[in-house]
């Protein structure tokens, strides 16, 4: 019924940059409803349990982010085109991860999303 779309991960070098999309569609998200989500960003690192990065309020307005990620990365929003960005800048060996978007029923939530999209994996070498 609905859907989450992750692209733009690759493999970048330590102090280099990459920009994520999540691309929302159906079901849920079609006829304007996507504005009615906060989305966010999440990363699964080998090892290590699911982390939360950042988050953006349904219209926009306010951000959150995970202290390790607060300074270098910003999260944007896009409701006339349903997607959703993840700007990553002066990338560390320890931002390796898969990165998932999500959305929610919420403010600026840190869990409880709704809909997950499948990752997309981010490499950053030294």
Known sequence: QVQLLESGGGLVQAGGSLRLSCAASGGTFSGGTFSRY??????????????????????????????AVKGRFTISRDNAENVAYLQMDRMKPEDTAVYYCAAALGLLPRENYDYWGQGTQVTVSS
């Open 38 to 67: 906060a989305m966010g960003w999440f990363r699964l690192a080998p090892g290590k349990e699911r982390e939360f990065v950042a988050v953006i309020t349904f219209n926009g307005g306010r951000t959150d982010y995970a202290d």
